[in-house]
């Protein structure tokens, strides 16, 4: 029996058979923790093991993207915890300087196609936009990682979805993802590894595989794989900076279920509050009216998503009264957003322009709603409460960036 | 083998519902989080629970966030086991973590009533009531390690040990 991407990746990390359902002592070639939750590992860490020494200090990573810089005391303790564990250990850490920790770690060229990557981010899967296995988990699950270099984990069955058809502007791949997930809903990846094919799939960009990866969360999946054309695979190879092809699925592996997504002539889409499986056609809605909105977090910070916002908000104003905040995936985009003069344009256009990390997608840092505040954002989860007391409407940079020029929830080709 | 009273619950049991969600920075004492567990959904149980009881619930149970407290407050209120329909996956890990045994078999959850004394074999994977015996596949080996000793960081230590 063929084997799918994700047993193949299991395989090459265990000396058990792989099969669905079958749990098996996984080894795991990164470990990191973020600011949140890292802390929490530490304290595990120190209680259980003591003084003993983390199993591999090269392989093993604290990224700090959360609440970057520390805003409040106990942030800024939480972040000292861990910067003391990592000078103890001679563990690496990339400062809330770096930006989102996923990023960093794929930027760093340390999450590689068919390596496992463990971190205690939910989004975590999003590494599959590279071909690697990376996995969210709780504190328990990070401590017994640092220590040991392993984890368990339950062989999930393996979803396959066939894209059919191609997508224009002003549709994008938030707008492909967003519409997947309508058509998937929250049941039907469940627990599953998911295999992405058709032609719209291999011609994606790093930045738009980032996109589409980093929602297989709200899809309730384990993660989820691309496949690429020869142009792509070029192109990966030049962002990890290495000479590796991720592994494909045999011909005859065994998938749960295969299904089948025509998307010819799509347009761009939105989620409403309160969840991200409600996805709407823009034109269905009329008259929403906003008062801020953000583009940035893991699904949409890269610099080709704020540079389509750009050339949107290029030469125009941001309506009165409307607020818009951009927050750059990590310092490299930073740079690279400076240097190809695209800051300046936002600037000009009156956007707020933060420093690289998860700002404006998580309660607890810069950008929160207030009550009765409505909010068009590029982040991944809209639940009540998750960007604080407002109603966050998920969109594409280019549906974000238009809006806040329109003052209300419209699509691109109307600017 | 365990024996105990079962408390019933439905489908869908967040992990909120498990532990308010209010409490997560301000109680971090796992006997006090115990006091807590499911407080909203059923405020006897906390205060009845016995050392042993199983919780039979509906579907996905322990959906909602990841984190750890929801698992430590029951197995800390002494609940021996949790037998559902089907369970989120974090929640899954996490109680295999803290050394919680957790069950999956859907015949069983509807034929159990609530407040009825049952019994589980974890060797022979049966689910035993006074009417009828209901069989569920074994743990996995190496779950079934983790839960013996107690959780997965006592379940490495022993093994860090052994190895050195």
């Given at each position: 029996m063929g084997k799918t991407i994700i047993e193949k990746i299991i395989q090459l990390h265990t000396n058990e058979e792989v099969s669905p359902g079958k749990i098996v002592w996984m080894d795991l070639d990164i470990r990191s923790a973020r600011d949140f939750g890292g802390a929490n590992v530490v304290k595990n860490y120190e209680r259980e093991y003591g003084d003993q020494r983390v199993a591999d200090p090269e392989k093993t990573f604290f990224t700090f993207d959360l609440v970057a810089p520390a805003k409040t005391l106990k942030y800024a303790d939480n972040q000292q915890i861990c910067r003391e564990f990592a000078k103890k250990?001679?563990?690496?850490?990339?400062?809330?300087?770096?930006?989102?920790?996923?990023?960093?770690?794929?930027?760093?060229?340390?999450?590689?196609p068919n390596t496992t990557v463990v971190g205690?981010?939910?989004?975590?899967?999003?590494?599959?936009?590279?071909?690697?296995?990376?996995?969210?988990?709780?504190?328990?699950?990070?401590?017994?990682?640092?220590?040991?270099?392993?984890?368990?984990?339950?062989?999930?069955?393996?979803?396959?979805v066939i894209i059919n058809?191609?997508?224009?502007?002003?549709?994008?791949?938030?707008?492909?993802?967003?519409?997947?997930?309508?058509?998937?809903?929250?049941?039907?990846?469940?627990?599953?590894?998911?295999?992405?094919?058709?032609?719209?799939?291999?011609?994606?960009?790093?930045?738009?595989?980032?996109?589409?990866?980093?929602m297989v969360t709200e899809m309730g999946g384990i993660i989820g794989f691309t496949s690429f054309n020869q142009k792509r695979l070029s192109e990966l190879k030049d962002f990890i900076g290495k000479d590796i092809e991720p592994v494909k699925a045999d011909q005859d592996a065994n998938y749960s279920e295969i299904i089948e997504i025509d998307i010819e002539g799509l347009t761009p889409h939105v989620a409403v509050p309160f969840s991200p499986s409600n996805v709407k056609d823009v034109s269905d809605l009329r008259n929403i009216k906003i008062d801020s909105g953000f583009i940035g977090s893991c699904t949409n910070g890269r610099v080709e998503d704020i540079e389509l916002a750009s050339k949107i908000l290029q030469g125009k104003k941001i309506r009165q009264g409307v607020r818009l905040?951009?927050?750059?995936?990590?310092?490299?985009?930073?740079?690279?957003?400076?240097?190809?003069?695209?800051i300046e344009i936002l600037f000009k256009a009156g956007a707020i322009i933060l420093n690289p990390g998860c700002g404006g997608c998580a309660e607890g840092h810069a950008g929160l709603t207030g009550r009765g505040e409505v909010q068009i954002s590029t982040g991944?989860?809209?639940?009540?409460?998750?960007?604080?007391?407002?109603?966050?409407?998920?969109?594409?940079?280019?549906?974000?960036?238009?809006?806040?020029?329109?003052?209300?929830?419209?699509?691109?080709?109307k600017i | 083998m365990i024996r105990g009273k079962v408390w019933k619950y439905g489908d869908n049991i967040n992990t909120d519902v498990i532990f308010p969600g209010k409490y997560t920075y301000s109680i971090t004492d796992p006997e006090e989080m115990a006091k807590h567990a499911l407080e909203d959904l059923d405020p006897d149980f906390s205060k009845n629970v016995k050392k042993g009881?199983?919780?039979?619930?509906?579907?996905?149970?322990?959906?909602?966030?990841?984190?750890?407290?929801?698992?430590?407050?029951?197995?800390?209120?002494?609940?021996?086991?949790?037998?559902?329909?089907?369970?989120?996956?974090?929640?899954?890990?996490?109680a295999i973590n803290q050394g919680l045994p957790v069950i999956q078999c859907a015949q069983a959850v509807d034929a159990i009533q609530n407040g009825e004394e049952i019994e589980i074999d974890f060797n022979e994977g049966k689910i035993i009531t006074e009417k009828r015996t209901f069989n569920f596949p074994p743990l996995p080996e190496s779950v079934v390690q983790i839960l013996k000793e107690g959780g997965l960081i006592a379940y490495t230590k022993k093994k860090l040990e052994a190895g050195k």
């Amino acid at each position: 029996m063929g084997k799918t991407i994700i047993e193949k990746i299991i395989q090459l990390h265990t000396n058990e058979e792989v099969s669905p359902g079958k749990i098996v002592w996984m080894d795991l070639d990164i470990r990191s923790a973020r600011d949140f939750g890292g802390a929490n590992v530490v304290k595990n860490y120190e209680r259980e093991y003591g003084d003993q020494r983390v199993a591999d200090p090269e392989k093993t990573f604290f990224t700090f993207d959360l609440v970057a810089p520390a805003k409040t005391l106990k942030y800024a303790d939480n972040q000292q915890i861990c910067r003391e564990f990592a000078k103890k250990h001679g563990i690496k850490i990339f400062d809330v300087d770096m930006g989102i920790g996923s990023h960093v770690l794929m930027e760093e060229g340390l999450a590689l196609p068919n390596t496992t990557v463990v971190g205690t981010d939910s989004h975590l899967n999003i590494l599959g936009a590279v071909g690697c296995f990376g996995q969210g988990m709780g504190d328990v699950d990070i401590t017994f990682a640092f220590r040991t270099g392993k984890t368990w984990f339950e062989v999930p069955e393996t979803l396959k979805v066939i894209i059919n058809g191609k997508f224009n502007y002003p549709a994008t791949a938030k707008d492909l993802t967003l519409f997947i997930l309508k058509n998937l809903g929250t049941e039907k990846a469940l627990g599953k590894a998911i295999e992405f094919y058709g032609e719209a799939i291999e011609n994606l960009s790093i930045a738009e595989r980032i996109t589409l990866c980093s929602m297989v969360t709200e899809m309730g999946g384990i993660i989820g794989f691309t496949s690429f054309n020869q142009k792509r695979l070029s192109e990966l190879k030049d962002f990890i900076g290495k000479d590796i092809e991720p592994v494909k699925a045999d011909q005859d592996a065994n998938y749960s279920e295969i299904i089948e997504i025509d998307i010819e002539g799509l347009t761009p889409h939105v989620a409403v509050p309160f969840s991200p499986s409600n996805v709407k056609d823009v034109s269905d809605l009329r008259n929403i009216k906003i008062d801020s909105g953000f583009i940035g977090s893991c699904t949409n910070g890269r610099v080709e998503d704020i540079e389509l916002a750009s050339k949107i908000l290029q030469g125009k104003k941001i309506r009165q009264g409307v607020r818009l905040v951009i927050v750059p995936a990590t310092k490299r985009v930073y740079k690279k957003l400076l240097e190809k003069g695209i800051i300046e344009i936002l600037f000009k256009a009156g956007a707020i322009i933060l420093n690289p990390g998860c700002g404006g997608c998580a309660e607890g840092h810069a950008g929160l709603t207030g009550r009765g505040e409505v909010q068009i954002s590029t982040g991944n989860r809209n639940f009540a409460g998750k960007q604080g007391k407002g109603m966050t409407y998920l969109a594409s940079p280019a549906v974000v960036a238009s809006s806040c020029i329109a003052g209300e929830i419209i699509n691109p080709n109307k600017i | 083998m365990i024996r105990g009273k079962v408390w019933k619950y439905g489908d869908n049991i967040n992990t909120d519902v498990i532990f308010p969600g209010k409490y997560t920075y301000s109680i971090t004492d796992p006997e006090e989080m115990a006091k807590h567990a499911l407080e909203d959904l059923d405020p006897d149980f906390s205060k009845n629970v016995k050392k042993g009881d199983i919780i039979v619930a509906g579907k996905n149970f322990g959906c909602g966030s990841s984190r750890e407290q929801a698992a430590t407050c029951l197995k800390y209120a002494g609940v021996g086991a949790i037998i559902a329909k089907s369970f989120a996956r974090i929640f899954f890990r996490n109680a295999i973590n803290q050394g919680l045994p957790v069950i999956q078999c859907a015949q069983a959850v509807d034929a159990i009533q609530n407040g009825e004394e049952i019994e589980i074999d974890f060797n022979e994977g049966k689910i035993i009531t006074e009417k009828r015996t209901f069989n569920f596949p074994p743990l996995p080996e190496s779950v079934v390690q983790i839960l013996k000793e107690g959780g997965l960081i006592a379940y490495t230590k022993k093994k860090l040990e052994a190895g050195k």
